[in-house]
């Protein structure tokens, strides 16, 4: 037995995991806590209207970001659900469809385009993106709607445009979770599924409803990328207090990129920093809130079952 | 039993990083009483030192002033932060001046942002704080409170230019869009919408009004916080009345044309010139600097004279000058002071003009060498550096009226 060997085995093993895990869970406290005791007072000063009302003014020391929130979870949900059709979509393209050889070729250019820096995506977004969605899809979308979801005329920055470069920059990482999982489907459920005389297509989608867990899980990996996502979104959201945030179509503001936006000279202003903080928090809180949720939907499918 | 070590090792290893990282936060909590930091480029000090007992004199000139001044006997590192805008001017000086002192004074500036410059220099972790804006009444009230007592003077002056982008604009024969602040401000309130609205019209020459198509104007403005966002809703507060009292001014304001649509936010000054150069009929406004180094179309804006001005160090020099006659003293509340270079008299003046400030504790000249190395600096930027060799592209010189003052300041306050 060399003494590496003998390294770190049985109990020893246990205890340095434990250990590892305490200390993470300690920084989370630690930051949560953080995030509280700066932010209290806002929650103080605004109560309820701090997450009610769309107002953001050091001038007038007023504070209210339903507008941020409204647009973190619209993009946020645009995001995934675009992003998923996607990841199956290219899941299934690489697993199931890809002559053998060109599988590991797709499948780390798709993997390669993860490790794109976000500012990268970003100033693709700004000019690339916003102006090709504003000529193909917004200003068509919104002669044809009217007002309801935005104003005419638009510059292609906005919370659509967001969503969109949102879902092509988090679609990588939701692709890696569903492919993995779509391989690691038994050859002899496939054989099965054959046997009983199934069409590829009958296959396919009962193989992905095979995995609708491994679906699930992605959804939320792709959420806690989308959600934190700062500077990409920030270059093209438009970065205005939209108080009609559900006007996808018009520039909007998500948490991340007001926080981005505003830290700077918040010192200044008396109650900015603990808003900023308190936003902070909320941000947490939908993060904490979207873990449970798949948690408990996963729990519930497998038992379902 | 050597992996028991090993274990109980890993263990006290992470316990000292979790108690680290409790301590730390801790520390951020608390208030700061301590006296500054030491520097943290300490590599950058130079190695060889003069004999402690001379003191040699540097005399510096600019306009019709002449100031003396006098090294510190020993190396001295002086730490200060804040606004970004002067960010750049300040390097430069920096490294020009360590050479003036022959290394014997060292500077290090971080670009933490106007608002966390104040606080950081309110609460000692800097030697000086650099702003926008002159101290705010809240931490004026807090100083006033605690005894200190400080001085803040001006150290370099910007200005705001207001871009455009209007395709069927010809100017090599209307010249430059012609603005007025009433239209300014009713462009960004939204109650002018279109760019071929009456009062834009008037405003521009007989023959070229009718290039002003009946397309929405979009209007750009800063998303995040900062000084130019300041200066600019200062300048709109002083000439219109309903931007004043819905309002007002400060590093991010509301923005109401934003929620009829045409209204849109970039982030910093490239985040707005790059929506003005990529978005037809639009205006935004971007600091001085940054619209000269960039050559952007820059519109002429009316000022009380009732003349059409493009900004310049000239057109601004102008403002400043007037606006020198009455600067208060250097350790009272100055928030009125920014208003004083606002929309000035005079045939030739800009009427945006502004200034970076920066502020300093008198009891740092506790410290004979700190004294000598803080004023030999401030009196170098204040002098020489106002001079167009020393100054950055961009930058506007502090009128040598101005320099005058603050020099007087600096000596007064420090006693050297």
Redesign the interface.
Known sequence: MTPIRGFLKGKDLFGLIGISNLAIIATVIIIVAILGIEGLRIFIKEGVNFISTSVWSGVRERYGILFALGGTLITGVMAISIALVMAVASSITIVEILPRRLKPLISSLVDLSASIPTVIYGLWGLFVLAPLLANIAENPLLSALKSYLGSPGSLGTSLFTGSILLSIMISPFATAIVREALYSVPKYVDEALYSLGLTRFEVIMLKVRYIRRAILVAAMVAYGRAVGETIAVSMVVGNVVNPEFWKILNPGYTIASLIADQYQNAESYYYMVPAIFGAALILFAIGLAVNIAVIAISRGARYGD | M???R??LA??AV?AI??LG??AY?MYI?SPKQLSPSPATNMANTPMETRSSSQSSQLVFSYGDITVKAVLPSKPITITGGGS?FVNIQMQSWIQRFRSVSGGLVIVNYQS?????G??KWFDRSLDFGASD?PI?N?TYQRLVASGSDFIQIPVVAGSISIIYNLPSWDENRCGPLRLSGEVLADIYLGKIIYWDDNRVKELQIEECRSLLPHE?I?AIHR?????TTALFTLYLSDVSEEWRTR?????????PR??????????GNE?VA??VK??AYSIGYVEYAYAIVNRLPTAAVKNKDGNFVKPSPETVSEALKRGAKNLPPPNAYWGDVPKSFINREGPNTYPIAGLAYIFIYKDIAKDPDMARAISVFLKWILTEGQKPENLVEGYLPLPPELARIAVKYVEQGLGI
């Open positions: 050597g992996v028991n090993v274990l890993t263990i992470l990083v979790v990282a409790i936060t909590q970004t933490i942002g106007s608002g966390a104040e606080a804006i705010s809240t929405p979009r998303s995040d916080g900062s000084g309002i007002g001014y400060g590093y991010t304001v509301e923005w934003d929620a009829l649509g045409y209204g849109e936010g970039g982030r985040g790059a929506k990529g978005t």
